[in-house]
């Protein structure tokens, strides 16, 4: 495949909209502005978005990512990632004496305080999501007595709820929007009564970007999805591709990651990118492609994207005097932060 020349019957469909959504742009701008506002480091509780490039791009800046609240050192300054926590997460922050940035995604909250007022009815709510996945721990956190989770149709036969009268679900923002649906046809049969959430939960930009795939995956032999493993929406586009009519479809992280056997016998070759992608990693696998034969690209279009969400409201605020008051309050001597 190295020296291929270029064939004009060698085309890529290059999907738009593509890559980074509103609460993933608001959440990697919210990490730079507290670093260059506060300084090193800024820990950040899980990756801030599900993509190994932007969370060594921001670890190099001074980023500390961990797992848990107890990581984090007294007195600092702690972020929560777009994929929302759960209300004890909060709690540890506080009992911690760490000063806090809220980065979760606008849509996840809508999500959580849906699950709020759904279990301050009293309703059973049936979590349609991927068990272990951060979003899923946070929303279920908000309302644990009350939600189930549903990780796909296969698991409606062992759902039990108290009164069938009194039931809705609400769903993880990343999943495929097929999958999902087939997940509520098989709740709305074992629970004719099911009420669905006033408004969609899945993320307009999840939606979008399958939407795209699905438009370019009956005509290509390859589809190519830049994003990594641990993203969901990225993981779901491969899937969408597969379903719409692709050859073959592969996720990766870069483009040095491309077999060049895959592009063995293709002529069309589809690209996109999960809504946690920057554009730079699009344009290396376009330059990647382009050295191989694939220099006609086309631009696939399912749909124009606007919304743009504030940063959190904590970066108007001197977060590092918080942190040293709230250590000092419990200690009655200064942090030395």
């Given amino acids: 495949m190295v020296g291929m020349t270029a064939s004009p019957g060698r085309r890529v469909l290059l999907a738009a909209p593509r890559g980074y959504c509103a609460g993933v742009d608001r959440a990697v701008i919210a990490v730079e502005k507290a670093l260059e506002q506060y300084g090193a480091p800024i820990y950040v509780r899980h990756e801030i978005v599900h993509n190994k490039y932007v969370v060594q791009t921001l670890e190099k800046k001074g980023a500390i990512f961990v797992e848990q609240t107890a990581e984090v050192p007294e007195g600092s300054i702690v972020m929560f990632s777009a994929h929302g926590v759960a209300p004890v997460v909060h709690e540890e922050a506080a009992a911690g004496k760490l000063a806090t940035i809220d980065a979760t995604c606008p849509l996840v909250t809508k999500v959580h305080k849906e699950a709020v007022r759904f279990a ?12 272990g996945h951060e979003e899923v721990i946070g929303t279920s956190g908000e309302a644990p007595d009350h939600i189930t989770l549903v990780d796909g149709p296969e698991d409606v036969a062992k759902v039990e709820v108290r009164d069938p009268s009194r039931v809705v679900w609400l769903s993880q923002t990343t999943l495929s929007v097929d999958e999902t649906m087939e997940t509520v046809d098989a709740l709305k049969e074992k629970f004719p009564l099911l009420i669905s959430p006033p408004s969609d939960d899945i993320c307009y930009a999840t939606q979008n970007r399958q939407l795209a795939v699905k438009q ?114 419990r200690t009655g001597a200064p942090s030395g932060k």
């Fill in 216 to 329: 370019m995956g009956a005509e290509a032999d390859l589809v190519i999805v830049v994003g990594s493993r641990n993203s969901s929406n990225s993981v779901r586009l491969v899937e969408v591709a597969k379903l719409a009519g692709a050859r073959a479809a592969h996720l990766v992280d870069f483009a040095e990651e491309i077999d060049e056997a895959w592009l063995e016998g293709v002529t069309t070759v589809g690209v996109t990118s999960g809504a946690s992608v920057p554009e730079i990693l699009v344009e290396q696998v376009l330059e990647f492609l382009s050295g191989h034969g694939f220099e006609d690209v086309e631009i696939v279009k399912a749909a124009e994207e606007s919304i743009t969400f504030s940063l959190p409201k904590e970066l108007r605020r001197d977060l590092r005097a918080e942190a040293a008051a709230l250590v000092e309050a």
């Fill in 120 to 131: 301050n009815e009293d309703f059973d709510i049936l979590l349609i999501g991927h068990e």
